[in-house]
């Protein structure tokens, strides 16, 4: 049961939590102009890295608000967390 | 073997009865069923399941890997530890082979968990964990000390460990005895189990549960859970009377038990001289000690020389003889009679916890034994669990050289010999991973705990690596085994899932309704008059929709608010259809589709004002359609002025269908104009309807003239009993289900199933071909989506008109897969069955593989040209029915009230609530300010619900959800059975608020000066309130 950091509400239980996957995926400024093979990749392409992942999480049984946070998915340490739209912090 | 006159922590004053293998024997209070048995003289206590060869007791704690016996009364539970399990008077327990016997009938006991949170949990009151846990005592720290045994006041006398004495005197100290810590999770969860009532038996309390879950979230943990010790492998090392050394010496200080008359003791370190010179000195006779290393430890060898202990030194045990049980002992190729051998190969740390912490380990030369490292997480261990185990060792001994491994056991419980595990790397296995199951050694019961670290020195050695250099299996939780009934815990029967209902259920439930359930939400399925089955009442209910009229409650459908000078827009970037250019008053049906292009849900919105939508979701989905609308708000649209509440339970929805309906609204509602001029299809009205405020909606899920009637829930009982009044036929899901599906109208998750496009329902029409970009749009085009044999769906009509075809059933052109049933009904209308189909490419017929045809059809079977859904063109006004009873307002827990010891639980009904959406804060997040009237709550960092009647301005939340007061000061104790949260009141201080879970519900909780406020979503409530009464049973 990770701990999650809630940037509103603190520290909660996993099970408040709805995942979000990779952050930092825009939905695209035009997508008629990308090609079906652009366009796949925004849908169905992501990354899975063993290390540091940029992921999104929903506080959707606490405050409803979508956050971002930088977690090792080898330890599930959870090492930065920030809004929607802020950049990806620097992981030393 | 017999008792010892004085030793032992057992209260000779009374005599335990009990039963084993059908023979009645007796023991006393501090015994074990174990310990019992030793003290009478049995040995034997399984037959192993491979063999068949007897086994008897081998230790004295939760490493045992062969007295697992079965426990007949006072309840069947299979596989027990009866090395473990404390005697009671009554017990009735059986050898085992192998597997054990489940009950056959619902156990009786309660089962119970509970969230608690601490600076420190120890676990382990040994010496080394009871130092730390006065240390951390000392500091004023909240600790938690759990511990596998009795509590300190159950022991007559203190042995060896513990002195438990002095232990949980801290302020802020909580023991908790007899608890197993199971599991290490990530951030410092760990998972105990409390075993409360087991060892009471017959006397056990029934209201007690009988075990409790313990989920503690610990900022520290210390691990003391001590060291096992280790057995060596030789020949016939399996008998009954062969021993680990220390448990011996436990049997005898704990139990008072001499476990044998003539002992033989084997050894590899100097543990187990304390063993030997105890057991002499209690009378019991040492025939020798067999120490591996040429030169024992001088002090210890004295000792038991001048004890009259013959010490072999450098002198191996080559065999156990005996028939049955030991008789003789073979050291080199001396035969000693012994009926006990005595055997300590090294102790191993129980690293067990570390290890799942996500520590690292590490193999230690010196003691044979892995040791803990390295742990990502804040835990230290202290004691033998790290290592530190007080005394000398030799050079490791794993095995005993010989010319045949047959009877060498490694893991006793499985029957796996050294013989197997060589003819595994024989076999060119050489990771101790797929020796284990190979061999399926570690694998039973006991996981391991004696033959683990034995298995892998035995690779190590076959493959030429160094000792450890093999290394060894995963530590994977539990620690021990765990009954199902304490994972379940209170979670069954009724408790076990939330479950939700609408202000009409007790209605339903009356009226003989029988229910489906719809995600969480029971909805009334249909209504069987007496001699019907399901089949006539929905016919029934299908021919009162389509040629009178009937009602159904519909408030189970998903309400979204959707407000603020951008939610056209919004609404237009997630519907695939135009929302902008809805008029005010007016409805529109619309879908949603992911990005990918699928359908996602659909619904009606309404517009309320120019910045004001009030759209329904499905039943199902509600919840995940609130969170895409938000995921779309706050991470790509971050500039729209929108926001969204669910006002789902604030809403009772009673849909008036049929030919009959207008009459019956013009009614009820005298100031509505009903007529099909004045009342347009997809438009709303606001008036009264049998005298309650309510928004009527001019749409139908049926194709007939319908209505849907929408008022505040408190009054949603009353409109219902209204509209009943007037000769209405309530109808069931399944009616609606009938009546859809005979006009084609598609249920998104039935005839859907997320790779389903508008498209592929024949839904073009839905898409809207002027908006430049909506969610899916781009997905329309794609080479997949666009294909030609896709999936469409269709309507089928069975050659047999009563041949039902089965949902899900596949469908055959020729021998190819041509799609699948999707929905299927008998139909009034139609007098026939028929069904709807996702079916690809072109066909007249289509089978199911049971060789049922069907022609194939448009799904819309039933009134294509949509006449039926204006109703009559002039209508004759029913006569006027009398008037109606004064609305009463109902709250969700009317009456709800109880009284414990220390608590109190009651429904604060009726507040005024509003959802406020504001960016100039109202409170500080987290906090709940009260000005004694009204409490402003904050929800989120722009949202805030105030409660009590001052005025505020937003979204009239006030029957969305309904309140609970528990107050007194056990108050926190029952929110903790089913809140994580840690709310001590330094933490959770009057004045701090939190969304959040409890009971898997979710909540708003508010602590006040006396207790706490919980806000319930009012269909959630019944549940919760019944939760929270069988919570506090042991109140």
């Known amino acids: 049961m990770l701990l999650i950091p809630c940037p509103w509400c603190g520290a909660r239980d996993e099970v408040e939590f709805h995942y979000g996957g990779q952050a930092h995926v825009a939905y695209p400024e035009d997508p008629s102009a990308l090609s079906d093979e652009q366009w796949g990749r925004y849908l169905f392409f992501r990354e899975n890295p063993e290390g540091d992942f940029a992921e999104r999480w929903s506080h959707s049984a606490g405050c409803r608000r979508w956050f971002n946070v930088v977690r090792d998915t080898r330890s599930n340490r959870i090492k930065h967390v920030y809004l929607p739209g802020e950049p990806r912090p620097v992981t030393p | ?1035």
């Open chain 2, 1 to 1035: 073997m017999s008792r010892h006159p004085e030793l032992g922590n057992i209260d000779r004053s009374r005599t335990l009865r009990f039963v084993f293998d059908g023979r009645e024997y007796h023991g006393h209070p501090g015994d074990t069923l174990a310990s019992a048995l030793l003290a009478n003289g049995v040995r034997r206590v399984g037959t192993s399941t491979l063999l068949g060869r007897p086994r008897g007791i081998f230790s004295a704690g939760a490493e045992e890997p062969n007295a697992v016996v079965q426990i007949e009364e006072p309840f069947p539970e299979p596989m027990v530890l009866a090395t473990t399990t404390e005697l009671y008077d009554g017990l009735v327990a059986r050898s085992l082979s192998g597997r054990g016997r489940l009950a056959d009938r619902p156990d009786p006991c309660r089962y119970d968990a509970v969230h608690a949170h601490c600076d420190v949990l120890v676990v382990g009151a040994g010496p080394a964990g009871a130092a730390a846990a006065r240390a951390a005592e000392s500091t004023g720290a909240r600790v938690i000390i759990a511990d596998s045994g009795p509590p300190a006041a159950d022991r007559t006398r203190a042995y060896s460990a513990p002195d438990p004495h002095g232990l949980g005197t801290g302020p802020q100290t909580r023991v908790l005895a007899r608890t197993t810590v199971v599991g290490y999770y990530d951030d410092n969860y760990l998972v105990a189990v409390e075993r409360r009532t087991a060892h009471l038996g017959l006397d056990a309390p029934p209201d007690l549960a009988r075990e409790r879950v313990w989920r503690i979230r610990a900022k520290r943990v210390v691990l003391a859970t001590g060291a096992h010790e280790r057995p060596i492998a030789f020949a016939g090392n399996d008998l009954p009377g062969v021993m680990l050394a220390g448990s011996a010496r436990t049997y005898l200080h704990r139990y008072g038990v001499l476990p044998g008359h003539r002992a033989v003791v084997f050894t590899t370190n100097d543990s187990a001289y304390a063993t030997a010179l105890d057991l002499a000195a209690a009378g019991l006779t040492i025939a020798a000690i067999a120490d591996s290393r040429p030169e024992p430890a001088q002090d210890w060898a004295d000792r038991a020389r001048a004890a009259g202990i013959e010490v072999l030194a450098g002198q191996l045990v080559t065999e156990a003889r005996g028939d049955g049980e030991v008789a003789s002992v073979l050291v080199g190729t001396r035969e000693l009679p012994a009926d006990l051998l005595l055997v300590s190969g090294g102790w191993n740390p129980v690293v067990h916890l570390f290890s799942q912490s996500g520590g690292t380990l590490r193999y230690d030369e010196r003691l044979g034994a892995l040791v803990p490292g390295e742990s990502p997480q804040a835990v230290e261990v202290v004691g033998a669990a790290g290592g530190d185990l007080g005394h000398g060792s030799g050079e490791p001994l794993w095995f005993v050289p010989a010319g045949d491994y047959s009877r060498h056991f490694v893991d006793l419980q499985r029957d796996v010999t050294v013989a197997d595990v060589w003819r595994a790397t024989g076999a060119g296995l050489t990771s101790v991973e797929h020796v284990k199951r190979y061999t399926t050694a570690g694998t039973a019961h006991d996981q391991g705990k004696t033959s683990g670290a034995l298995t892998s020195a035995l690779v190590a050695h076959a493959t030429g690596v160094a000792p450890g250099g093999a290394g060894v299996t995963t530590f994977r939780a539990p620690y021990l085994p765990v009954s199902f009934a304490a994972l379940a815990g209170r979670d069954r029967g009724a408790l076990h899932d939330p479950v939700r209902i609408t202000a009409l259920h007790d209605w339903h439930a009356a009226r003989g309704a029988l229910f489906e359930n719809v995600g969480q939400w029971r909805r009334p399925w249909y209504y069987p008059r007496a001699g019907e089955d399901m089949a006539a009442a929905v016919l029934r209910e299908c021919r009162a929709a389509r040629e009178h009229v009937a009602a159904m409650d519909a408030s189970t459908l998903g309400k979204i608010d959707v407000i603020g000078p951008d939610a056209a827009e919004f609404l237009d970037r997630l519907y695939t259809n135009l929302m902008s250019s809805l008029a005010v008053g007016s409805i529109r049906y619309g879908v949603m589709c992911r990005p990918d292009g699928m359908v996602f849900d659909d619904g009606t919105a309404i517009r309320l004002a120019e910045d004001h939508y009030l759209i329904t979701t499905t039943t199902g989905n509600a919840a995940a359609v609130l969170d895409w609308m938000e995921e779309w708000l706050q991470t790509e649209w971050p500039d729209l002025r929108v926001t969204c509440t669910s006002v789902t339970e604030q809403w009772a929805t009673v849909a008036l269908v049929g030919p009959g309906s207008r009459a019956v609204l013009g009614d009820l509602a005298p100031g509505l104009a009903v007529d099909r001029a004045g009342f347009p299809f997809m438009t709303w009205r606001e008036t009264e309807v049998a005298g309650i405020p309510a928004r009527v909606c001019r749409i139908s899920f049926s194709g007939e003239l319908a209505y849907e009637i929408n008022v505040s829930s408190w009054y949603g009982l009353s409109l219902w009993e209204a509209v009943m009044s007037r000769d209405v036929t309530p109808y069931g899901t399944e009616t609606m289900h009938v009546l859809r599906a005979e006009k084609g109208y598609p249920i998104v998750g039935q005839d859907t199933d997320g790779t389903t496009t508008p498209q592929d329902l024949g839904m073009e029409w839905i898409v809207s071909k002027k908006k430049p970009d909506f969610l899916g749009k781009r997905s329309f085009t794609r080479r997949d989506t666009a294909r030609p044999d896709r999936r469409r769906l269709v309507g089928l009509l069975p050659r047999d008109p009563e041949a039902l075809l089965p949902e899900g059933a596949a469908l055959l052109a020729g021998d190819r897969m041509a799609g699948h049933v999707t929905s299927s009904y008998p139909s009034a209308a139609l007098g026939r069955t028929f069904a709807l189909a996702l079916v690809s490419g072109t066909h007249t017929t289509l089978t199911t593989r049971s060789g049922v045809a069907a022609d194939v059809t448009s799904s819309v079977l039933y009134d294509p040209g949509n006449t039926r859904r204006d109703g009559a063109e002039t209508e004759t006004a029913a006569p006027p029915a009398g008037g109606f009873e004064a609305p009463v307002r109902r709250s969700p827990l009317a009456g709800f009230e109880a009284e414990f010891d220390g608590l109190r639980l009651a429904e604060a009904p009726f507040l005024t609530q509003v959802n406020v959406r504001t960016g100039t804060p109202l409170t500080p997040p987290g906090t709940a300010v009260t000005d004694g009237e009204t409490t402003t709550v904050w929800l989120g960092p722009d949202e805030w619900l105030t409660v009590g009647p001052g005025a505020a301005r937003g979204v009239d939340v006030s029957a969305q959800r309904t309140a609970i007061r528990i107050t007194g000061p056990r108050a926190r104790d029952l929110l903790a059975h089913g809140c994580a949260l840690d709310l001590h009141p330094d933490v959770f201080p009057p004045g701090r608020c939190a969304q959040t879970l409890l009971a898997r519900t979710q909540i708003i909780l508010i602590a006040e000066s006396d207790g706490f406020l919980v806000l319930v979503r009012a269909s959630f409530a019944a549940y919760l309130g019944a939760w929270l009464l069988d919570a506090a049973t042991e109140f």
